[in-house]
């Protein structure tokens, strides 16, 4: 990340715009901190990755989930890989195919010549969804997309991923989805997969989401729901429960979005996984 990424940041606690202070190596981030101007609070930096989480108001679910998938980093991925076609009926591909396709990038275009396209992915983990973004965004087009997890152990994986290469760079920060550290308005596409039923007030991370994308963009969430239609045998009914152990209603959460949502679906992508897609119209 470099100074002028750390200039188009938000104050999680006041919205102010955040400043650098510390080393730099040829323009990228090193260790400081970003301070804000209009309420004093500073943000640490260490190796160049921004911490911009108000610990004294983070829900103790979301301290919960940190730990565990701190822990699990290193196989949640592989593991995943393995177990979705046996739960699901269905390839991970093909789950995250059906989720891709409402992100509409092949509509995307420049507001104007003096920013590029941005995206951001919510609760971005090991960065699953980076090789389908570099797939699918228009060709030759200036994008960036940023990365929020509160996880850091996963971030480190989604750099990893990066590195390896086959996936488009990314810029990471561990924040919180209920305080995204950006100014209103600042993404052309925002996605989350995978996290919002554990969190400890998903109409709120809702609403930031809904915050930070412009007007009429589209927001996609995905998270774990029960296929309705679904044979609920012994099995997977066990299954579904050990994954959302979290919470005993995991569900799509049409009725937290915000008010005015508008073009609201709410899909079944395979036994377990629901897609939610809205935005919020001009005006």
Do not use: K
Not at 140 to 158: A, F, H, K
Not at 194 to 223: C, K, Q, S
């Amino acid at each position: 990340m470099t100074t002028a990424d750390a200039d188009t940041l938000a104050c999680p606690a006041c919205r102010g715009p955040l400043r650098f202070q510390g080393t730099l190596a040829r323009e990228a981030l090193g260790d400081g901190t970003l301070c804000c101007a209009a309420c004093g609070a500073g943000w640490p930096v260490s190796a160049g990755l921004p911490r911009l989480v108000d610990e004294s108001r983070l829900p103790r679910a979301d301290r919960v989930m940190r730990v565990l998938y701190d822990r699990l980093a290193p196989l949640h991925d592989p593991v995943t890989r393995v177990l979705f076609p046996i739960l699901q009926g269905s390839t991970e591909a093909e789950a995250r195919d059906g989720y891709m396709h409402r992100l509409d990038l092949g509509s995307l275009r420049a507001a104007d010549r003096t920013r590029p396209v941005r995206i951001l992915d919510v609760g971005i983990g090991g960065g699953a969804s980076l090789p389908l973004l570099t797939r699918d965004l228009p060709s030759r087009m200036d994008v960036e997309i940023w990365g929020v997890d509160l996880s850091e152990r996963m971030l480190e994986q989604c750099r990893r991923r990066v590195e390896r290469g086959g996936a488009h760079a990314v810029r990471l920060l561990v924040a919180d989805a209920h305080a995204l550290p950006f100014p209103d308005s600042s993404f052309d596409r925002v996605l989350h997969v995978g996290g919002i039923g554990g969190y400890g007030d998903p109409r709120r991370a809702l609403a930031e989401m809904a915050r930070v994308a412009r007007r009429g963009t589209p927001i996609v969430v995905v998270d774990e729901q029960l296929d309705p239609r679904f044979r609920r045998s012994a099995f997977h009914r066990l299954a579904f429960r050990a994954l959302t152990f979290y919470t005993a209603h995991a569900a799509s959460p049409v009725d937290q979005l915000p008010a005015g949502a508008a073009d609201v679906i709410s899909e079944q992508l395979s036994r377990y996984y629901y897609c939610l897609t809205f935005h919020m119209p001009p005006g």
